[in-house]
């Protein structure tokens, strides 16, 4: 006979035999929780040092602020006057240390400033202007045959200026110094001159560097000179002329700037 009976349902299951049971695949479940628990480690290690690093670096900088702060308040105190003579030695020790410091920042300043193709002159530098005859209220200008300078209207850098006509050299080297004096009026008895000078205890005047002269044949005549000159720290150099009172003040420049 044939079977005409058809139906969508698929047929149950067959019962499973006695002592069966289905097979497990195959796992690394002990590898598994082996390389996490060597995971969880590896962060908890990473975290620890980090944090370890920190603390140690922050405690160094701590110490590090602490040391300078107490550095500057010795300063301070050498600057007051507070730490006595006995001290000195010490000062002067802290100022050399300072000052070598300065000298390497300003050193990296420059370096950086050749890098990124900006103005990299940081050396010392100075070009002054002659003071007028309305700042000149005492005539100094009149009693001496040095030229006085405008500090407002003249750039110092690393240069000072002392007693309104002497240039004094913090930072010893060879500098390129120049200087231009403009003559209004003639002298009968002498010619036009001027000079750059430095302070020098045997000569009377100081000791002359570098002179130059001119004719006046029209209303003006102009004296210039420069030169390179190696100059010592806290050696201080000054302009003279003929006589200051022929001098045209509105045309008087002085300067120098340090080559090496």
Known sequence: MINTFHSSYNPPPVPPRARYSKPQPVGNTSLVKFLSVMLLLLM??????????????????????TEDMRSLQRLQDCADNKMGKDSMTECGELIEKYKAVIEKVSQANEKLSKLIGGPHFTGPAAHMTALNVLKDKTSDFLKTNRLLWDKEHSLLQDVRLIERDKLTIQNPGIYFVYSQVTFSKNSLSTSLKQSIRTVDPKIQGGKELLKSFCSLQSNLCTASMAGVIHLEKNQQLFVTVTNTSLVNRDSCNFGLFKLR
Do not use: E, R
């Open 44 to 65: 908890i290690l990473t975290f620890g040092g980090f944090l370890y690093l920190f603390q140690k670096l922050n405690v160094q900088l701590q110490g590090s602020y």
